[in-house]
């Protein structure tokens, strides 16, 4: 079936620290995959996506996020985290080329002083 | 207009009474879509156009649900008989060709339908 799957419902990290989201896919074909970021009372806005090309894809706010073909993996990374950054995260793939985007669960980013 | 606007942004019914959730895309995009989020169940699909057409409903939860969208513009997503089931946030947002170019979606803001 094609899904995608946030492993996390919640990640906390201390502002300064680095911060991974994960995010594993499982689609037929190559896969199209995007990370959205919802703020408190805010409507869902693009971060970045992956379609081809480098694996490292780097994104609004100083987000990144590596493609892994072989683990179906599309991780998103920060090396310093904000408190600013406190949101919810969704991962979304292209389901079946030209289709529909899936999202996965959603992960609560937590980032304290 | 500036952004996709939803309207209203809240809405309370009673079961079984009808709703209709109304969306106004980016002026000029073609492709529009609706999803609804609910606690704890992430981002689900419900339908999506391609100028006035909807090339995939399968994510409409039962036959209860139905949209359409007139002109290539505004979109209205109509739940008959509510349930108290149906309470979620409805999510809308639209891109300028549609999912095959791997475009970015813009979302509106969304309307919170609780149904007591």
């Known amino acids: 079936a094609q899904s995608v799957a946030q492993p996390e419902d919640q990640v906390n990290v201390a502002e300064g620290n680095p911060l991974t989201v994960k995010c594993t896919y499982s689609?037929?074909?190559?896969?199209?995959l995007f990370w959205y970021v919802q703020y408190p009372n805010r409507g869902l806005q693009f971060l970045l996506k992956?379609?081809?090309?480098?694996?490292l894809v780097k994104g609004s706010y100083g987000f990144e996020a590596e493609f892994n073909k072989s683990q179906t993996s599309f991780h998103l990374k920060k090396p310093s985290a904000l408190v600013s950054d406190s949101a919810l995260y969704f991962c979304?793939?292209?389901?079946?080329?030209?289709?529909?985007?899936?999202f996965g669960q959603g992960t609560e980013l937590s980032v304290k002083p | 207009g500036a952004g996709v606007s939803q309207s209203p942004s809240n809405k309370v019914t009673e079961k079984g009474k009808d709703v209709e959730l109304r969306c106004d895309p980016i002026?000029?995009?073609?492709?529009l879509y609706w999803y609804r989020q609910s606690l704890g169940q992430g981002l689900e699909f419900l339908i999506y156009?391609?100028?006035?057409?909807?090339?995939?409903k399968s994510g409409l939860p039962s036959d209860r649900f139905s949209a359409e969208r007139t002109g290539g513009s505004v979109s209205t997503l109509t739940i008959q008989r509510t349930q108290q089931e149906d309470s979620a946030v409805y999510l809308c947002?639209?891109?300028?060709?549609?999912?095959?170019?791997?475009?970015?979606?813009?979302f509106g803001s969304g309307t919170q339908l609780s149904v007591l």
């Open positions: 947002a639209s891109s300028l060709i549609g999912v095959s170019s791997n475009e970015k979606l813009f």
């Open positions: 689609v037929s074909g190559n896969p199209y």
């Open positions: 992956y379609i081809t090309g480098d694996n």
């Open positions: 979304a793939v292209i389901y079946n080329q030209g289709g529909k985007l899936i």
């Open positions: 002026s000029g995009h073609t492709a």
């Open positions: 156009f391609q100028g006035n057409s909807a090339p995939d």
